[in-house]
């Protein structure tokens, strides 16, 4: 059964420094999310990307954050400076379509990046 | 405003004990769909279930059973006989545009 991966699983990193979290959507699909949950916490949406694009994204998605699908099959996640508040699981997702006017689609998660910021 | 409440922080029960999470959600749409997610001590977020607003059946997939009434916002998932493989962390979530919206989530631990 096809699957959504992330690598790597753990990272970490010195707070200023740079992070991208990698993932491989499944083949198929078209629409791809970012969502972070802080220790203990709930899961939050960060972004969504559709062609090439950003579709939607979240107050905590700022100018610290980019994505990118730098070819045909990543998707990443960039912090640009990390600070320790960014310390989370950070967990990509996909769909086959975005849904929206009263549809969804299933959103399929992979198993995430746990990011420590020291 | 679109959210979803999860009362139940915590729930612990014995094997084989039936046992119910409770799910509330707001949400100005007419039309929309609301997901019940595991997270295992791994971590990772398995899909257990996808509801749309038009179907008020209740579901039923082995021991998992959801009850979905539209009157009260609610979409609650009962685990019948449970075991201590369904220990985990327990999410639901709505459908708002192209995002999930997740509850609080309920931590539920069964206990031999």
């Known amino acids: 059964e096809p699957e959504v991966t992330q690598t790597p699983s753990h990272q970490v990193t010195q707070m200023g420094q740079e992070v991208i979290l990698r993932c491989v959507p499944i083949?198929?699909?078209?629409?791809f999310y970012w969502y972070r949950q802080i220790l203990g916490q709930k899961v939050e949406f960060l972004v969504s990307?559709?062609?090439?694009?950003?579709?939607?994204k979240s107050e905590i998605f700022d100018d610290q954050f980019s994505v990118e699908r730098p070819d045909g099959s990543n998707f990443t996640l960039k912090i640009r400076s990390t600070k320790l508040e960014d310390s989370a699981m950070y967990f990509c997702?996909?769909?086959?379509?975005?849904?929206?006017?009263?549809?969804?689609?299933?959103?399929?998660f992979g198993p995430g990046t746990r990011l420590t910021v020291t | 405003a679109q959210k979803v409440t999860q009362a139940q922080t915590e729930i612990s029960v014995v094997e084989k004990e039936d046992v119910t999470l409770d799910c509330v959600y707001e949400?100005?749409?007419?039309?929309?769909?609301l997901f019940w997610y595991k997270q295992p001590p791994s971590g990772e977020l398995v899909f257990l279930i996808r509801?749309?607003?038009?179907?008020?059946q209740n579901e039923i997939s082995g021991r998992y059973s959801w009850n979905f009434q539209k009157s009260t916002s609610s979409f609650n998932f009962t685990i019948t006989a449970s075991q201590v493989v369904d220990s985990a962390v327990y999410f639901c979530?709505?459908?708002?545009?192209?995002?999930?919206?997740f509850g609080q989530g309920t931590r539920l631990t069964i206990n031999p």
């Open positions: 997702a996909s769909s086959e379509e975005a849904g929206g006017w009263g549809f969804s689609y299933e959103q399929y």
């Open positions: 083949s198929n699909h078209l629409y």
């Open positions: 990307f559709y062609n090439n694009e950003i579709s939607e």
């Open positions: 979530a709505l459908n708002v545009d192209q995002k999930l919206v």
């Open positions: 949400t100005r749409d007419t039309t929309y769909y």
């Open positions: 509801r749309n607003s038009f179907d008020e």
